[in-house]
């Protein structure tokens, strides 16, 4: 399907319109528990050793490339080709220069082009536009600089829809708000708050029991919990759809040692139509390295289809919709493991 310049620009800024103008008070959120109509423990594939060394920090998929970015070597990108995982080329050097990269982020984007979201200084922030696949090695066709940007959490991920930034800044009593940056006018909106599940003895800003993840695609947000098998759906406009809950024993936060607590959903990777959970089932982040983990999918309207268990631990995943793929990684491990879907 071609999407037109003119088509998303029009699509980009309704769906930001609905952002900044809906306010996000909702009628009490109906819950479900979660039963999955199909559970299916995936074989491993293939292993696919790589032709550079890599330190995985994160792993993205752009126009049927696998993108990885790495936090321990000089050159930050690495390029592979899809379902084959060819190695195509690597690009973006750590440095101080003008042309590179300090701690680097990748931006969820349903665009062609790799946006980059990075740590200038402690008072400034830069997002790269990229086009790392008609050049040889890349050429940043954008740079934006985006001053006073204090209230970011590193902890979600920035969403781009049409050079604008959505972001999200932390919860604070059952709340979290949605920002738009336009990165062209440089002018932040903030939209209202939305509410989450409330506990009143959540009092540390760190480690609380409703304590999660935000994450999207362009018809779904999503809050997916850390100490609790829950999931929030969430309109576009950000009013509730849908909770899915699992069964789960109560636990009280341990904020002295957090290698104790049980944790559940780790990440989530947004497909177009369906949405990609990986939970740990309530194992403390030590177990959760040598035990099986699971991926669990979703629709946009937050009904469970699938679950999906795979034995060997890892870290990193990304779904290959196209070639009906998962692959995953660990974060010392030189390899790709694939699992057909």
């Known amino acids: ?18 952002f900044i103008l809906n306010a996000c008070a909702a009628p009490p959120t109906p819950e479900i528990k979660k039963q999955f109509p199909k559970r299916i423990t995936l074989a491993e594939s293939k292993k696919i050793y790589m032709d550079v060394i890599i330190a995985f920090s994160e792993i993205t998929i752009i126009d049927n490339q696998l993108l990885t970015l790495s936090d321990k070597t000089d050159t930050l990108m690495h390029v592979f080709s899809l379902p084959d995982l060819k190695f195509v080329k690597s690009f973006g050097f750590r440095g101080g220069g003008p042309d590179d990269f300090n ?22 922030r830069i997002i790269k536009k990229i086009d790392f696949q008609t050049f040889k090695k890349y050429k940043t066709i954008k740079k934006y600089e985006i001053k006073g940007f204090d209230d970011f959490s590193t902890f979600f ?21 949605v ?7 440089q002018k932040l909106i903030k939209s209202k708050k939305f509410e989450i599940s409330k506990d009143e003895t959540d009092v540390n800003p760190f480690f609380y029991i409703n304590k999660g993840i935000i994450n999207m695609n362009k018809q779904t947000v999503a809050y997916f919990y850390l100490y609790k098998d829950q999931i929030d759906f969430f309109n576009i406009n950000l009013k509730p759809k849908r909770t899915a809950r699992g069964e789960c024993p109560p636990q009280n936060i341990n904020t002295n040692n ?7 959903y780790m990440s989530m990777f947004a497909g177009k139509d369906k949405l990609y959970f990986r939970n740990c089932k309530g194992k403390t982040i030590e177990d959760a390295k040598r035990s099986p983990q699971y991926i669990e999918v979703f629709d946009n309207g937050g009904n469970p289809l699938i679950e999906y268990k795979i034995e060997k631990p890892f870290v990193h995943f990304v779904v290959d919709e196209k070639n009906n793929k998962i692959y995953v990684t660990s974060k010392d491990e030189d390899y790709f493991i694939v699992y057909d879907l």
């Open 103 to 124: 701690l680097a982020k990748f931006c969820n984007s349903e665009s062609s082009y790799l946006y980059l979201f990075d740590y200038f200084n402690i008072n400034s």
């Open 1 to 18: 399907m071609i999407t037109t310049k003119k088509n998303l620009r029009i699509t980009s800024v309704f769906i930001l319109s609905i």
């Open 258 to 264: 957090a290698l104790e607590n049980r944790i559940y």
């Open 157 to 177: 991920t920035p969403h781009i829809l049409n050079d604008t930034l959505l972001y999200f800044v932390d919860v604070s009593k059952g709340k979290c708000s």
């Open 179 to 185: 920002n738009s940056f336009n990165l062209n006018s």
